[in-house]
Nanobody, 118 residues
Framework: QVQLVESGGGLVQPGGSLRLSCTTS????????MAWYRQGRGKQRELVAAISWSGGNTNYLDSVKGRFTISRDNVKNVVYLQMNSLKPEDTAVYYC???????????WGPGTQVTVSS
């Protein structure tokens, strides 16, 4: 069993920045890919950004392109989401997601709240 632990959420003013981190509970985890999803109140969960673990290929939700950057530390098994120029519509619970092992088992973190408000 792999547990994902998120950190870095909070309250920020519009135009501000936050960096989310997600680490796995077990070292040496065979990660295939990791991603960040978000779910705003009354909305469906959506993919924000994803990164492949070996090649580092990334993809982003159109509305965050140019503002958010996903990156990973292969040694520490940590994935980051740098969020700049935050907007009120970015307010949501952000979830870390991982595909692990040759079976591509899915794991989710408990989520961290990001609130963008003046």
């Amino acid at each position: 069993q792999v547990q994902l632990v998120e950190s870095g959420g909070g309250l920020v003013q519009p135009g501000g920045s936050l960096r989310l981190s997600c680490t796995t509970s077990k070292s040496g985890t065979n990660i295939y890919s990791m991603a960040w999803y978000r779910q705003g109140r009354g909305k469906q969960r959506e993919l924000v950004a994803a990164i492949s673990w070996s090649g580092g290929n990334t993809n982003y939700l159109d509305s965050v392109k140019g503002r958010f950057t996903i990156s990973r530390d292969n040694v520490k098994n940590v994935v980051y989401l740098q969020m700049n120029s935050l907007k009120p519509e970015d307010t949501a619970v952000y979830y870390c997601y991982a595909l692990v092992g040759y079976l591509r088992t899915e794991y989710w973190g408990p989520g961290t709240q990001v609130t963008v408000s003046s």
